[in-house]
């Protein structure tokens, strides 16, 4: 199974863009989805994640009000809904699963990555 981000390009501050992830096969079902980022020269952070009923989400503080994460059990695709990005959300997006059925923020806990999405920001 892989992991396929799409989405990212380049946006001005304030603007907006949706990042896809889709799974090349299987199911998303029974596993939290997450979304991280990795700005140059910086660890990768953790930014969202979800469970599979789309009952819990969690957002990291930088994010919440402006992001949200959703899902598409039935198209194997995670999303993520930026809105009033910031120049500091400059980073590659990559999207991740864990089989893990507790919330995590940690990449460590997440098994399987996808290759990542270039999001720049520009002033």
């Known amino acids: 199974v892989q992991l396929q981000a799409s989405g990212g390009g380049l946006v001005q501050a304030g603007g907006s863009l949706r990042l896809s992830c889709q799974a090349s096969e299987g199911t998303l079902d029974y596993v939290f989805a997450a979304w991280f980022r990795q700005a140059p020269g910086k660890e990768r952070e953790f930014v969202a994640t979800m469970n599979w009923r789309g009952s819990s989400k969690y957002y990291a503080n930088s994010v919440k009000g402006r992001f949200t994460i959703s899902r598409d059990n039935a198209k194997i695709t995670v999303y993520l809904q930026m809105n009033n990005l910031k120049l500091e959300d400059t980073a590659i997006y990559y999207c991740?699963?864990?089989?893990?059925?507790?919330?995590?923020?940690?990449?460590?806990?997440?098994?399987?990555w996808g290759q990542g999405t270039l999001v720049t920001v520009s002033s």
């Open positions: 991740t699963t864990t089989l893990r059925q507790s919330y995590s923020d940690s990449p460590v806990d997440y098994s399987l």
